[in-house]
């Protein structure tokens, strides 16, 4: 009878307005999460997706599709754990390297380049920024190397990192 009363009052509802709220809404929440760091990377991408994809399933589950949400749940976790876990396995048996460092001044760049030489690195690109802090210019290093087969990617930064003038050393993407 509620149903006729609705019809009577030319109340009618749509139910896909619920969802694409939803998705626009969260959406929105979403886009707040990604950010660019200083060194222009972005950072908050998973954070984003998962939201979103919460979001798709509490509507999934409001629909009764209870089986697609296990589904979809078992494909999430896939994606959120063990493929970063096989891209980190694959990014350090990779032989390509980028290498991202601070060094306090321009002469500490030579030291760098020489323990990349000894350990037989093929640098292919370099790329210099200068950066000043507190009246000193930091030099901002990102060098694209090639490792040989003998040398894995922590152990080249652990030597790099032991350097004098070295602020900061990192992989970088």
């Known amino acids: 009878t509620s149903q006729y009363l609705l019809l009577s009052l030319h109340l009618f509802t749509d139910v896909a307005r619920l969802g694409a709220q939803v998705i ?88 760098v380049l020489g323990i990349l030489r000894e350990r037989d690195v093929t640098v292919f690109d370099i790329d210099l920024s200068k950066q000043p802090v507190d009246h000193r210019a930091r030099i901002s290093v990102h060098l694209s190397v090639y490792l040989p087969k003998n040398l894995n990617h922590t152990r080249l930064l652990a030597t790099l990192s032991t350097l004098g003038g070295m602020v900061s050393i990192e992989e970088s993407q």
């Open 24 to 111: 626009s809404g969260i959406g929105f929440i979403g886009a707040g999460t990604i950010i660019v760091t200083r060194d222009k990377r972005v950072k908050g991408l998973t954070t984003a997706a998962g939201l979103w994809a919460s979001a798709c399933l509490g509507l999934a589950i409001g629909a009764g599709y209870y089986e697609c949400v296990l589904v979809s749940v078992a494909l999430i976790l896939v994606c959120m754990y063990a493929f970063p876990a096989l891209e980190n396995r694959l990014i350090l048996r990779s032989r390509y390297m980028n290498i991202l460092a601070e060094l306090e001044g321009m002469e500490n760049l030579g030291p």
